[in-house]
């Protein structure tokens, strides 16, 4: 009869040990042999093999034949070449898997890159567009020099007046002292 378990609400644990293997690992070990199946090197090594196994099988004497040609029709190279197929094919599609992870993960990088960058441009143009607008509030340059001269004619013209009220004022009292003095006024101005 079966165990009770005392508590529902916790997972039955398992007696039975599984073989713990390193996934990461493991998925390293099929690139290395996916990588290998895909280079030349490989193509050449397989294709020396079976020429040699098919030469043996063919020319060696008949109790030194381990696959003949004759009976089985190279039954034992077929069995083997179908297993490496079968296994070769697997290892590359895991090898392909662990591949498209990582794209998609560089793939969401790229977009999150790609988003704060367009962030970042869409900040730079509004600031671009705000010193923009504050610049055309601003003096320019070419606007200083002509406020500063008309400033400095308006001054100039000030100063002309002043000499010109300073000269009347001297005048005027020249003329009182000579009036107070009896004298007939002198213009000095020539007038």
Known sequence: ????????????VERRSRPLFDAEAFGKLTEKIARF???????????????????WNSAAPKHL????????????????LSLQASYAAPLILLAQNRQDDRDRVNLEADREEA????????????????????????????????ELARIEDQRKDEQRKDEAREKKR??????????????????????
């Not at 009869?1 to 039955?12: G, I, S």
């Not at 367009?118 to 671009?128: F, I, N, P, Q, W």
């Not at 000579?178 to 006024?185: F, I, L, M, N, T």
């Open 65 to 80: 034949q381990f696959d003949p040609w004759n009976n089985t029709k190279f039954i034992f190279l077929t069995l083997i």
């Open 170 to 191: 001297e005048r005027k009292e020249a003329k009182a002292a000579a009036a107070r003095d009896g004298a007939a006024p002198e213009d000095p101005a020539g007038d």
């Open 115 to 146: 988003r704060q960058s367009k962030a970042d441009l869409e900040y730079v143009t509004r600031e671009l567009a705000a010193i923009r607008m504050a610049l055309g509030e601003v003096a320019t340059r070419d606007f200083l020099r002509s």
């Open 1 to 12: 009869m079966a165990e009770a378990r005392v508590r529902l609400d916790q997972p039955k």
């Open 37 to 55: 199946l895909g280079t030349g090197r490989y193509l050449v090594v397989q294709s020396v093999i079976v020429v040699l196994w098919i030469i």
